[in-house]
């Protein structure tokens, strides 16, 4: 199964905003990505509230997995996002 590690850029970290936006993100893709700090269990990335669960603070590492056809494509478009500081002005 396809993973990708990414760096969360968000200041607030995956919180509020920045998780809605990744879940619609997440949501737009057409495989299912999930979402996991290292040692944690993953999460549908689509879910703000799981997301949110994640406690995903700025400068955390998480997983991102997909699988299926159309993955890596899925796995960069969220993990593009989550490597920009999505809650700035």
């Avoid at 607030?12 to 495989?31: D, K, N, Y």
């Avoid at 299912?32 to 703000?48: F, L, M, Y």
Wanted: aromatic share 0%; proline share 3%; hydrophobic share 50%.
């Amino acid at each position: 199964m396809p993973e990708r590690r990414v760096v969360v850029a968000s200041k607030v970290g995956l919180h509020a905003r920045p998780a809605a936006m990744l879940a619609r993100t997440a949501a737009e893709q057409s495989v299912k990505v999930t979402i996991r700090k290292e040692g944690g269990q993953p999460v549908e990335a689509a879910s703000v509230l799981g997301l949110m669960t994640l406690g995903a603070m700025h400068g955390d590492e998480v997983v991102l997995t997909a699988e299926g056809e159309g993955a890596e494509t899925a796995l960069e478009a969220v993990a593009a996002l989550i490597a920009t500081d999505l809650d700035a002005s």
